[in-house]
């Protein structure tokens, strides 16, 4: 199984920057993705960015330029780096994991969500 603690998240004023961390746990075989997801007040849930074991990058629109993914392979952690927050960046973030768990016996793929930290750009 794969655990997911997340944290970093807070209340910062518009402008200002915010780094989300994102560590997992467990029988991690191998971790092909790592992202950030979040949600707000009365809206669905949606893709921030993204990271591959290979180090592709990809962000949403909203983001780019602003906000920077990057992992430690040997800690199997994810980062966040928010910079220029807006108001409209206020959401709960979330972290999800793409990995193969498992131990010398059998091997399955899982994706994992984390517990989601919330973040608030005050104007």
């Known amino acids: 199984q794969v655990q997911l603690v997340a944290s970093g998240g807070g209340l910062v004023q518009a402008g200002g920057s915010l780094r989300l961390s994102c560590a997992a746990s467990?029988?991690?075989?191998?971790?092909?993705?790592m992202a950030w997801y979040r949600q707000a007040p009365g809206n669905e849930r949606e893709p921030v960015a993204g990271?591959?074991?290979?180090?592709?990058?990809d962000y949403a629109g909203s983001v780019k330029g602003r906000f920077t993914i990057s992992r430690d392979g040997a800690k199997n952690t994810v980062y966040l780096q928010m910079n220029s927050l807006k108001p409209e960046d206020t959401a709960v973030y979330y972290c999800?994991?793409?990995?193969?768990?498992?131990?010398?016996?059998?091997?399955?793929?899982?994706?994992?969500w984390g517990q989601g930290t919330l973040v608030t750009v005050s104007s």
């Open positions: 999800k994991v793409a990995a193969v768990v498992g131990d010398t016996t059998a091997y399955r793929y899982l994706e994992v």
């Open positions: 990271i591959t074991s290979g180090d592709h990058t």
């Open positions: 467990g029988t991690i075989v191998s971790i092909s993705r």
